[in-house]
């Protein structure tokens, strides 16, 4: 299984949650919200090459660690995956649009200096702005929109960019998030859990929780979770080695 977008430090006991997800055999994404997280992130995990750590600043976080950019550009040449990073419009955060769009197009630039990445991004209720910066910095990188919940025509537009898309469980029990996903090409999406931020019936998702998004996903496409799973797998395998 593939969670290409977990907050692994940010569980209760991220060591089990590790070993767990190393005795399961799976592929995992471990995002952080802030570069000053990356060198305690990657400890934890740096044993386990089934598990790579993105370097990130999230939106959210913007505003308030903007004067960390120059740690980021630190570290940036230690990874080839940056996440979680991007936009936030939701009403909260709109009012810090100025410093996030500042920390997103620096990042970008960063990213292009270091040789391009692949991104994981957050976009919610900023879906054209993403999209909007992503053209003006083309070198860096592989965009791949974490819990995209943009319109159908910023949906098409960033499917034009080549983009990619990770898709949880969470995002599944919604009829317009299935719509949406039904509009994506089967060889863009992989699977992702968004935890432990993510939750189903008030639980926190695990990582391992993607296989409901498997299921999801073979429901969708009207095919068996193996197969689904297949599909998948390739998915991942050629996004890596895009990469390489």
């Known amino acids: 299984m593939i969670d290409f977008h977990a907050h692994i430090d940010l569980y209760p006991e991220p060591n089990k949650v590790v070993k767990e997800i190393e005795r399961r055999k799976m592929y995992v994404l471990s995002v952080t919200t802030t570069p000053s997280a990356w060198t305690g992130t990657y400890s934890i995990s740096k044993r386990y090459p089934r598990i790579k750590t993105a370097l990130g600043l999230h939106p959210?976080?913007?505003?308030?660690?903007i004067p960390e950019l120059p740690l980021f550009d630190t570290f940036i040449n230690e990874t080839d995956y940056v996440g979680e990073v991007g936009l936030d419009g939701s009403p909260e955060f709109s009012k810090h649009k100025k410093s996030q769009?500042?920390?997103?197009?620096?990042?970008?630039?960063?990213?292009?200096?270091?040789?391009?990445?692949?991104?994981?991004?957050?976009?919610r209720r900023a879906a054209s702005d993403v999209?909007?910066?992503?053209?003006?910095?083309?070198?860096?990188?592989?965009p791949v929109f974490h819990w995209f919940t943009g319109g159908k025509g910023e949906l098409k537009r960033a499917i034009q960019k080549?983009?990619?898309?990770?898709?949880?469980?969470?995002?599944?029990?919604?009829?317009?998030?299935?719509?949406?996903?039904?509009?994506i090409p089967e060889d863009r999406i992989l699977t992702e859990s968004d935890g432990p931020f993510a939750k189903v019936s008030g639980k926190p998702l695990m990582p391992w929780d993607v296989e409901s998004a498997v299921i999801g996903l073979s429901r969708i496409w009207n095919m068996t979770p193996s197969n689904t799973q297949e599909i998948l797998y390739s998915n991942f395998r050629t996004l890596i080695e895009s990469k390489s």
Do not use: T, Y
């Not at 959210?60 to 660690?65: I, V």
């Not at 080549?162 to 509009?183: D, H, T, Y």
């Open 101 to 123: 769009l500042a920390v997103l197009k620096h990042i970008l630039k960063s990213c292009s200096n270091s040789g391009g990445k692949i991104i994981s991004l957050h976009s």
């Open 60 to 65: 959210q976080l913007a505003h308030e660690r």
């Open 162 to 183: 080549n983009a990619w898309f990770s898709i949880g469980p969470a995002m599944l029990k919604s009829k317009r998030s299935i719509e949406m996903v039904q509009c």
């Open 131 to 142: 999209i909007d910066i992503l053209e003006e910095h083309p070198d860096a990188g592989i």
